[in-house]
Nanobody, 125 residues
């Protein structure tokens, strides 16, 4: 059974930091690109970070570039999202997504692949 389990979310003040983790099982993690998405109430799903299977390339939108860092540890089947300088606009449920090369096909934003259940991040005073 494929499983992606996110953790590390919570309540943080503006300017603070959080580190999210996603532990994968049930598939060959090292062959999959890993992507973090987020979705706030009433808003569309948004890509926040992606990393290729070997960790050689990363992908960030301008909204988080310089603040968020994605990394992976293939020996631990885990992908991380380090989030610094958090702002209220970062409040959302953060989801972990795994895409094979075939699923990825140059399209980081698609809904294909495996998905976790999400972890809530709330940035508020």
């Amino acid at each position: 059974q494929v499983q992606l389990v996110e953790s590390g979310g919570g309540l943080v003040q503006p300017g603070g930091s959080l580190r999210l983790s996603c532990v994968a099982s049930g598939f060959t993690f090292r062959t999959y690109a890993m992507i973090w998405f987020r979705q706030a109430p009433g808003k569309e799903r948004e890509l926040v970070a992606g990393i290729t299977n070997a960790g050689t390339n990363t992908n960030y939108p301008d909204s988080v570039k310089g603040r968020f860092t994605i990394s992976r540890d293939n020996a631990k089947n885990t992908v991380y999202l380090q989030m610094n300088s958090l702002q209220p606009e970062d409040t959302a449920v953060y989801y972990c997504n795994a895409k094979s090369l075939w699923n990825l096909a140059g399209n980081w934003d698609s809904g294909y692949g495996y998905w976790g259940q999400g972890t809530q991040v709330t940035v508020s005073s």
